[in-house]
């Protein structure tokens, strides 16, 4: 093996941020066009696993020191609460709402509350992916 | 919503926050923010009684929950109910304040867990009394079964702890399954699910062949709530709970929500042959077995234990004389049988109080002298002597002696066994010629046990040798909460119609309605002297024989019958549980071999045997290609490399080799999505198997090398046969679903998504508003499953160096 990878750290460098941008991108896009919360997870887990696969964890786990048990548990409940809201207004648990508004320069927007439940299903992928893969790399046994 | 509606929330929602109190203010003993909740309820149930003597004004709100299977928040406050809410509410007061000097703070006692399943279970047992939906309350139902079992295993480090938690878990959920079931008969039935509905119904449905199945199914639950024979068995070891909860739970409350079930549905089923002799020979054999097995424990809260079981027994009999009432209808011998229910009501009250104190009380003792074994104690009267007090009274009370509680629904239980002896309800007379000698031999035995309580432990020899403590009184919060149950015992033994008007007259009006006159209610007088009569000679024969049984202790103590302790009916539970283990495993054993290509076997022979047997029993094998789209060279081309590489894997002698092909077939699949034009599949196919790569390479480091293993040729054949048989049924299926559709043409339903999704949802992607709108409960149940297989992935892998302990 290389002692030295400095191709592939470089490459990294710029990549991972271009696919997390991506997926950012993707993680918005997903109402309307091909994304969404599933995949945007997908991709920024795989920006991630990139950045642990070319340097070394305890590089990266110093950089960013998620505990994605955390994020697991925490997209959960961005979901659910996502749902319960509606039900303090009578509707039924996850009655979805979007409403759009006219926003200076960006034009029309619209948002909505399928976002966040959005967000919970993103944040569930990313941490499922990287705590089963960080978790299986870190067994030496 | 109304605030009554909270009442059963309160102690869920303050349950929320006991942890974050204990955390930060770990000085002050937890109880003391938790002795408010009680109170407050106890103070909002106050209002409901009719203090100024006006017929009792019966309250109903609803919210509904989930309307369309008609279940509804319901909370319903009558007599019965008022009568159990007050009790709990009461209780909980006085079992709160006790627990603040029972259970020291100290550094290993887990006080949150405690006082979070203590509210759990008040709630739980709130919500059973007030809720006027079967289904609710049997939600509620099983969260006190729960809420019990958890308490009962508090101190989890003590194996009998452990022991009596699973089993009173097992007996009670059971009944609450078989309870479940017969809540779901009387829902097919009368078609609701409210118990004022379906009692409105009631006479209409006496006929249906449901019926008695439904009552024997509600009765099993109620039974192994009410620790009735022969599920009695898990009460006395559930006595392994810190004492609070065993004067709480397996005494005051819970154990009476089956007594509380038999109740509120005695309009439904009283008056039926099969429930008053199935409630009254259920309850008379439980008392009677509860005091003689009582006589035989050595241990002080056994035999309280055995003595609940026994007055459990009592209460239920009396329902189900009292039912028999409904037999008679407005006019005729119905109040011979109204006098059960007036006990009945009124002992509940009676033995809550009495038992509460004395639970307290042992628990004192053992707390002061460090033993509950009658054998060891004695004399202690003088040692503690307000403790002795508050137990000759509570003592007294359970025994049936005057001028306590006790001896007015003793002798009211007298009468109600008398009077369904003289009157001929069912056929069967002859029979019910024992009910007052069962009653009267079970009271024998109450006391003695009752003596034997109290002379042992208080009189005699003080035996300070044999004490792992040096014995002392106990301090004085402690002795506040049994004190306050023992005031009640005296004050209510003097006043008793105090009750009667409040509490007593509406309870009985819930349990028998249409049984006075419109506009009447029931009138009751309770007295200690009426005249010299058959009840009273029974009372004085009770306390001659029982106490020459008592002078002659000694010879009891010599036979075989006193030397056992533990109840017969535990070999059944006991081997019963062993042979459930045995047998599952056995079962287990033979299929789960540990292998996945045998798992694998099995699903897909089932699969092909299923599928192949519908289609060909259906006849519904068509192939038609008439109405096919044309196939463009790409996909020939994907689909003949995807072929190639999938025939080629099981010959691959490496892993590397094989992973990659996988690889290969993923991306062509991906492909394929491509050229079909799904790019939300064709991208999370991508993403997938370039995150599944680096997951196989990090496996990879972990398996052994790739074994050359030789088969014997039939085992080949047969996987042959079944991965071609599998491929042959399912390209048969596709192949007939699209005949079938081009032969009948029906709209599939994409086009329901592709017409509302913009307009219900907002979104033009279609597999998303799906995935996140019209589909959005599966997607976040995946995504819990998801969350759970990542916390397995971490708790299999972290925690195996282990051995297993640390999970």
Known sequence: MMNNPIQLHVITRIVAFIILAFSVFLFFAGHNNPGGGFIGGLMTASALVLLYLSFDLKTIKRVIPFNYERIIAAGLLIAIVTGIVGMFFGFPYLTQFFEYYNVPILGEIELTSALPFDLGIYLVVVGFTLLTILTIAEDDS | ?807
């Open chain 2, 1 to 807: 919503m109304s605030t009554l509606h909270l009442i059963p929330l309160l102690p869920f929602i303050v349950a929320i926050f006991i942890p974050f109190l204990y955390k930060r203010f770990r000085s002050v003993h937890t109880g003391w923010f938790l002795l408010p909740v009680p109170l407050i309820i106890f103070l909002f149930m106050l209002q409901y009684l009719p203090f100024s003597g006006d017929p009792f004004q019966e309250v109903m709100y609803t919210f509904e929950w989930v309307p369309s299977l008609d279940i509804a928040y319901t909370v319903y406050v009558d007599g019965l109910s008022l009568l159990f809410a007050l009790l709990i509410s009461g209780i909980g007061i006085l079992v709160v304040l006790y627990s603040i000097y029972y259970i020291a703070n100290k550094k290993d006692e887990p006080l949150n867990n405690f006082y979070v399943y203590l509210m759990m279970f008040m709630g739980a047992m709130l919500g059973v009394v007030l809720s006027d939906n079967l289904i609710v309350l049997y939600v509620f139902w099983e969260l006190t079964s729960l809420s019990s079992a958890l308490l009962i295993g508090y101190w989890f480090h003590k194996e009998k702890s452990r022991y009596g938690a699973q089993k009173s878990m097992l007996i009670t959920v059971t009944g609450g399954f078989a309870m479940l079931a017969g809540f779901t008969l009387l829902y097919l039935m009368t078609g609701t699910f409210s118990i004022r509905g379906i009692i409105e119904v009631a006479d209409q449905i006496a006929a249906n062949p449901y019926f008695l199945p439904a009552m024997l199914l509600i009765l099993a639950g109620a039974f192994t709530k009410s620790a009735q024979f022969p599920f009695h068995i898990w009460l006395p070891d559930a006595m392994e709970a810190p004492t609070p909860v065993s004067a709480y739970l397996h005494s005051a409350t819970m154990v009476k929500a089956g007594i509380y079930l038999v109740a509120r549905l005695t309009p439904l089923f009283g008056g039926q042959q099969e429930w008053f002799w199935i409630v009254t020979g259920f309850g008379l054999f439980t008392l009677l077995w509860g005091s003689v097995s009582a006589v035989r424990q050595k241990d002080l809260k056994g035999i309280l234990a055995f003595s609940t079981v026994s007055q459990l027994g009592l209460i239920m009999s009396l329902l189900g004389m009292g039912s028999a009432a409904f037999h008679y209808g407005l006019d005729g011998g119905q109040s011979l049988y109204t006098v059960a229910v007036l006990a009945a009501v009124f002992h509940l009250f009676n033995h809550a109080t009495f038992k509460g104190s004395l639970f307290m009380v042992v628990e004192i003792i053992d707390h002061e002298t460090g033993t509950r074994d009658i054998r060891k104690l004695g004399g202690l009267m003088a040692i503690m002597p307000v403790t002795f007090t508050i137990s000759v009274i509570g003592i007294a009370s359970m025994a049936g002696l005057p001028p306590f509680n006790g001896f007015l629904s003793k002798e009211l239980f007298f009468e109600g066994a008398l009077n369904a002896a003289t009157v001929d309800a069912f056929s069967g007379q002859a029979l019910m010629m024992i009910f007052p000698v069962i009653a009267w031999i079970a009271s024998v035995f109450t006391f003695v046990y009752s003596a034997m309580m109290l002379f042992k432990t208080f009189t005699g020899e003080h035996k300070p040798d044999q004490l792992p403590k040096h014995a002392h009184e106990a301090p004085i919060g402690m002795l506040i909460s049994p004190a306050v149950l023992a005031s009640m015992v005296i004050f209510f033994g003097l006043f008793p119609n105090l009750l009667a008007y409040t509490i007593i007259e509406p309870a009985m009006q819930a349990i028998l309605p249409g049984l006075t006159a419109p506009g009447e209610q029931f009138y009751i007088n309770i007295y200690h002297w009426h005249g010299i009569n058959a009840e009273l000679l029974m009372t004085l024969g009770v306390v001659f024989i029982g106490a020459a049984i008592f002078l002659n202790i000694q010879k009891l103590e010599r036979t075989a019958f006193y030397a056992g302790e533990r109840d017969l009916f535990n070999w059944f539970y006991d081997n019963g549980l062993k042979g459930l283990i045995s047998g599952a495993q056995k079962v287990d054993g033979i299929q789960m071999t540990g292998k996945l290509r045998h798992y694998f076997m099995y699903m897909f022979t089932f699969l092909i045997l299923v599928l192949g047997y519908a289609l060909i029993t259906t006849g519904s094998i068509t192939i038609d290609f008439s109405q096919t789209a044309a196939i463009s060279p790409y996909l020939f081309l994907i689909v003949a490399a995807t072929t190639l590489a999938t025939v080629a894997i099981p010959f691959v002698s490496k892993r590397i080799p094989a992973i990659v092909l996988l690889g290969v077939v993923g991306f062509l699949v991906a492909l394929l999505f491509v050229v079909l034009r799904a790019p939300d599949l064709a991208l999370t196919q991508l993403l997938v198997e370039t995150v599944m790569v680096v997951l196989l390479l990090l496996v990879f480091y972990h398996l052994p090398e790739l074994k050359k293993e030789s088969f014997k040729p039939a085992f080949k054949l047969t996987n042959l046969v079944i991965s071609i048989g599998v491929g042959t049924v399912v390209t048969l299926v596709a192949l007939s679903a699209h005949a079938f559709s081009t032969a009948n043409p029906v709209s599939p339903i994409s086009d329901y998504f592709v017409e509302n999704a913009y307009a219900l949802a907002g979104g033009q992607n279609i597999v998303n508003v799906i995935l996140v709108d019209f589909r959005g409960l599966d997607t976040l149940l995946e995504v819990l499953v998801l969350g759970i297989v990542g916390l397995a992935v971490v708790v299999l892998i972290k925690y195996k160096a282990s051995g297993g302990d640390g999970v």
